[in-house]
């Protein structure tokens, strides 16, 4: 199937906002998802939109919905060292014979 | 505490043995996945099961087996037909399989070839 996209890499400075690009390849999905993994561990779910809204927040995460363009961003604000990790974004295939479908994930470093 | 447990975290493998993983959720969940990430790679899914007794292959199943007996286990076994075991292992359950509703992952198992 088609790939969800990512950026590799970002780099920033603490305290600066990230933003975490993902293109997605489905216009039926339902749910998009953000997801945080830690050197070592499993996925942590970080936040959600459902796919009639614009924009959900977070605290300190902002999800931003651009359904036209199939584009899915994720604003931190007030980035600190403890946000170093892997970010996935992920859409509902529901038409597809995997359920969940993740990009190849965004590696956030943050620079003291 | 309610959550998804894999063990062991790490696994060593003979050529040509066959070796069992791990998952158990007390989510109460009724679909749980096996997915396999590589470095670099993003989550590939193996094997997906949306209710006891019933399983279905994802995108790379060859190699690959699953049993779903009870609601709160769904064990992976690499079998030695799986050439390129080595690998970051995850195992996660959602409350339904629509999609509809987020998966939650456990901690992983890393396997790798002795």
């Known amino acids: 199937g088609e790939d969800v996209e990512q950026s590799l890499f970002l780099s920033v400075r603490e305290g600066d906002s990230s933003v975490i690009n993902c293109t997605y390849t489905?216009?039926?999905?339902?749910?998009l998802y953000w997801y945080k993994q830690e050197p070592g561990a499993g996925l942590q779910l970080l936040t959600y939109?459902?796919?009639?809204?614009d924009m959900k927040q977070d605290q300190r995460l902002t999800v931003l919905l651009n359904k036209k363009d199939k584009h899915l961003s994720l604003r931190i604000a007030d980035t600190q060292t403890g946000d170093s990790a892997i970010y996935f974004c992920a859409e509902i295939r529901p038409s597809g014979n995997t359920p969940l479908v993740f990009g190849k994930g965004t590696r956030l470093s943050v620079i003291a | 505490d309610g959550g998804i447990t894999q063990s062991p975290k790490y696994l060593f493998r003979k050529e040509g043995q066959n070796v069992t993983l791990s998952c158990e959720q007390n989510l109460n969940h009724d679909a749980m996945y096996w997915y396999r990430q590589d470095p670099g790679q993003g989550l590939r899914l193996i094997y997906y099961s949306q209710i006891v007794n019933d399983f279905q292959k994802g995108d790379i199943a060859e190699g690959y087996s699953v049993s779903r007996e009870k609601k709160e286990s769904f064990p992976l076994t690499v079998t030695s037909a799986q050439k390129n075991p080595t690998a970051f292992y995850l195992c996660?359950?959602?409350?339904?399989?629509?999609?509809?509703?987020?998966?939650?992952f456990g901690d992983g198992t890393r396997l790798s070839i002795l």
């Open positions: 939109i459902f796919s009639n809204m």
């Open positions: 996660a359950s959602s409350y339904d399989g629509t999609g509809n509703q987020p998966q939650h």
């Open positions: 489905d216009s039926s999905s339902t749910y």
